[in-house]
């Protein structure tokens, strides 16, 4: 999903940026505390899930290497507005997203999100009607 998010922010972006790509959201997860062990998924708690990186942490990731930093540009507009965690209930049995006051250069990462959020929905539990 990434890869195709820089493809829309960076039309084009060479292998050599989605490997780099690649390797920053690994550093970025790793910052977090996450590895490749599934209990690093979880609080300490072994229940609830820790918060997960946002679109900011990996901005700031590719800005800390020369290498990246193009990719971090290509981003800096959508994480000022999209880049943090949502104040939305997104459990919630109606949710809605107005994105119709995006810029026209920002709708399509906008409707990638939106249509990406509303699939993951309905395919987590496909014995709940949606």
């Not at 060479?14 to 505390?33: I, P, R, T, Y």
């Not at 979880?42 to 290497?65: A, S, V, Y």
């Not at 920002?106 to 959020?117: A, N, Q, R, S």
Request: include cysteine.
């Amino acid at each position: 999903k990434i890869h195709i998010l820089f493809t829309l922010l960076k039309p084009d972006i060479s292998n050599q940026e989605k490997n780099l790509l690649d390797d920053a959201m690994g550093s970025c997860f790793a910052s977090c505390g996450f590895t490749h062990d599934n209990q690093s998924l979880f609080e300490p708690d072994g229940i609830t899930f820790r918060q997960m990186p946002t679109m900011k942490n990996l901005h700031e990731t590719l800005l800390t290497d020369s290498e990246t930093r193009e990719l971090a540009l290509a981003m800096t507009r959508y994480v000022k507005w999209l880049g943090g965690q949502t104040n939305v209930d997104l459990a919630s049995d109606y949710t809605v997203f107005d994105i119709s006051e995006m810029g026209k250069d920002m709708l399509p990462v906008g409707e990638m999100i939106v249509t990406d959020f509303y699939r993951d929905e309905c395919m987590a539990d496909r014995i709940r009607k949606r």
